[in-house]
């Protein structure tokens, strides 16, 4: 983690599960969560972070874009982004 201002953190997750309580305190807030079908991954983001103008997520939106190509001009991750697979998954 860093104090670096404007950044945003991907962290990945493979075998442990998460409680709702913990994937909000790791993303900060209310959490979505985004599907990726191409990796059949889940990506847990905070569900207001665009609202409350949090860093755009450079990694997190790449990987959005490789599953949404059509949302790729469109939208993008703000926020500390969950990549859960594997195992890991939200208890």
Excluded at 26 to 55: A, D, S
């Amino acid at each position: 983690m860093t104090d670096t201002p404007g950044y945003a953190k991907t962290i990945h997750k493979e075998k442990e599960s998460l409680t709702l309580d913990q994937l909000q305190k790791l993303v900060g807030g209310y959490i979505e969560l985004v599907n990726l079908p191409n990796t059949k991954e889940q990506m847990i983001i905070n569900e207001e972070g665009k609202l409350i103008g949090l860093p755009v997520n450079e990694t997190a939106t790449k990987i959005f874009h490789e599953n949404y190509p059509h949302l790729q001009d469109r939208d993008v991750i703000c926020g500390d982004a969950i990549i859960l697979s594997g195992k890991a998954r939200m208890k």
